[in-house]
C-alpha cells in the first residue's frame, strides 16, 4: 500500500469526534452514557491517545463531561440549559453586529456582504448544514473583531458552549422551511445602509430562530426540562405568628 492511500485510511481524533457528534445530536447516544477510552480504540481503530484527544474537543464543545481516570459521560444538558445560552450569545452576536456596523471599514464591510452573497448562494444550492455553520461562523467572526476584547472573550466562550448543540441539525431542516436566510439578507441590507441599530436586531433574530428550533428537536427528542427543587419551609419558631 502507497503512503498516499495510507495517509487516506488513518483516523484522525477529529475523525472519531465527529462521528460521536454526529450519534450524541442523533440522540443515539444517550446522556449520561459512559464514553471508554477501550470502548473508542475497539470501535474506530485508533489508539488511546487519539481516543482522549477526540474526547476532550467533545468536552470543549459542551457535549461530554470528562472524569479523570474513567473516560467522559453524555452531558445531560436540559432544554433550559442551550435556551439560556442562546440567548446570551444573541445578545452578543446582536453587540458584535452593532459595533461592525458602526466602526468596520468599507473594505471589511464590503467584504463581510459579499460572504453573507456567498452563505445565502450556498443555502439556495442545497449545500451541507454544517458548511452552511462555518461560513455563518466566519461571518461573526469577522464582525466580533470590532467589539471591544472583553466582548470577544464573551463570545467565544457562549459560542464553545452552544456550537455543536444540535445547531447543524436546526438549519438541516431548510427543506421544510425558510430558515434564518432572511434575517441574514436584513443583516447584509444593514450593513450597506450603515444601520447599526437594524444590524443588531437583524443578528439577534437568526440567534433566536436557532434557539426555537434547537429547543424543538430537544424536546422532540425527550430532553429533560429542569424542573427546580421546592425549597422546605422552615418551621416556626414557639411564639412566631
Known amino acids: 500500500m502507497s503512503n498516499t492511500q495510507t495517509k487516506r485510511t488513518t483516523v484522525t481524533a477529529k475523525d472519531v469526534a465527529r462521528s460521536l457528534r454526529h450519534q450524541i445530536q442523533a440522540n443515539d447516544l444517550a446522556p449520561g452514557e459512559w464514553l471508554r477510552e477501550a ?24 457535549l461530554v463531561e470528562l472524569e479523570e481516570n474513567r473516560g467522559a459521560r453524555i452531558s445531560a444538558t436540559t432544554v433550559e440549559e442551550v435556551f439560556d445560552l442562546y440567548e446570551v450569545r444573541a445578545a452578543l452576536y446582536g453587540l458584535a453586529a452593532r459595533f461592525a456596523c458602526m466602526r468596520m471599514p468599507d473594505d471589511a464591510a464590503k467584504q463581510v456582504v459579499h460572504d453573507i452573497d456567498r452563505l445565502l448562494e450556498a443555502a439556495s ?69 450603515h444601520d ?18 434547537v429547543a ?15 425549597t422546605p419551609r422552615r418551621k416556626k419558631l414557639a411564639g412566631q405568628a
Open 125 to 193: 444550492n442545497g449545500a451541507p448544514a454544517e458548511h452552511i455553520i462555518e461560513l455563518s461562523e466566519g461571518i461573526f467572526s469577522e464582525m466580533a473583531q470590532y467589539a471591544s476584547l472583553d466582548a470577544q472573550k464573551m463570545i467565544a466562550s457562549v459560542r464553545r458552549k452552544t456550537r455543536f448543540h444540535f445547531s447543524y441539525a436546526a438549519l438541516a431542516l431548510n427543506a421544510n422551511g425558510p430558515g434564518p436566510y432572511d434575517h441574514w439578507r436584513q443583516v447584509r441590507a444593514a450593513l450597506v445602509k
Open 216 to 230: 424543538r428537536i430537544m424536546l422532540a427528542q425527550g430532553r429533560r426540562i429542569h424542573m427546580p427543587k421546592s
Open 196 to 213: 447599526a441599530d437594524g444590524a443588531s436586531q437583524a443578528a439577534r433574530n437568526i440567534l433566536y430562530f436557532m434557539q426555537g428550533e
Open 39 to 62: 470502548r473508542l480504540c475497539s470501535e474506530f481503530g485508533v489508539g488511546r491517545s487519539i481516543a482522549r484527544r477526540a474526547l476532550r474537543m467533545l468536552g470543549e464543545d459542551g
